[in-house]
């Protein structure tokens, strides 16, 4: 049973645009979510998190909103450069036990 | 500060060997956790511990064995290695437990089990 969902693998964008990365849970226990980038050959790294209190949290370029009523949440990358090019993934965690639960991850290719 | 370090970064094992893969992290974190990787799928959770001498199971923990005897050190021991456990295995700390709290990986140790 897959908790947490990116149902895109892919996203292509020109460098620049906005790229917008989407994520559908099924528990609504989740309580936090994050969002991390991994390159190849290295571990993933921490973006950006965002409470199932909040609706919107902002990072610089990065921005992550969640609609709780639709199971739904994105990450919004503006604008869009080249070094973004990795892959992302979504994950939630519920209560204070540190557990994530990622979804699959959607591989974001910035063109120049 | 290293983070967290892994070793090995590559192996080769044969079905039913047995191997340990090192996970050491120099942050004085509390917390520390293994994921494995399989191709295409997100990370899914082995083991994980609250602090030195306690651990307990993740989502996927069948065919492994974890140990925390230092804050520092969290070996993820593998017995009669399987195809199925052909995986990229991550190991992860955090200073806190809290949802919004990042976890710091390691590069990886990617296992082929032939």
């Known amino acids: 049973d897959q908790q947490v969902k990116q149902n895109s693998p892919s996203l292509s964008v020109q460098e620049g645009r906005i790229s917008i990365l989407n994520c559908d849970y099924t528990?609504?226990?989740?309580?936090?979510f994050l969002w991390y980038k991994k390159y190849p050959a290295e571990g993933p790294t921490f973006l950006i998190s965002?409470?199932?209190?909040?609706d919107k949290n902002e990072d610089g370029r990065f921005t992550v909103f969640l609609n709780k009523s639709a199971k739904h949440l994105s990450l919004h990358i503006v604008p869009s450069q080249p070094g973004d090019s990795a892959v992302y993934f979504c994950?939630?965690?519920?209560?204070?036990?540190?557990?994530?639960?990622f979804g699959q991850g959607t591989t974001l290719q910035v063109k120049p | 500060n290293a983070g967290v370090t892994q070793t090995p970064k590559f192996r080769i094992l044969k079905i039913g060997q047995s191997m340990t893969l090192q996970c050491t992290q120099d942050?004085?974190?509390?917390?520390m956790y293994w994921y494995r990787q399989d191709p295409g799928m997100g990370l899914k959770l082995i083991y994980y511990?609250?602090?030195?001498?306690?651990?307990d199971k993740g989502e996927v923990p069948n065919g492994y064995n974890v140990s925390r005897s230092t804050t520092e050190d969290f070996p993820l021991r593998l017995e009669l290695a399987a195809p199925s456990q052909t995986s990229v295995y991550f190991c992860?700390?955090?200073?806190?437990?809290?949802?919004?709290?990042?976890?710091?990986f390691g590069p990886g140790t990617r296992l082929t089990v032939t």
């Open positions: 528990n609504s226990m989740f309580d936090y």
């Open positions: 994950a939630a965690t519920v209560g204070n036990t540190g557990k994530l639960i």
């Open positions: 992860a700390s955090s200073y806190s437990a809290r949802g919004g709290h990042e976890q710091y």
């Open positions: 511990s609250v602090g030195a001498g306690i651990t």
């Open positions: 965002i409470s199932s209190i909040k």
């Open positions: 942050m004085n974190h509390n917390y």
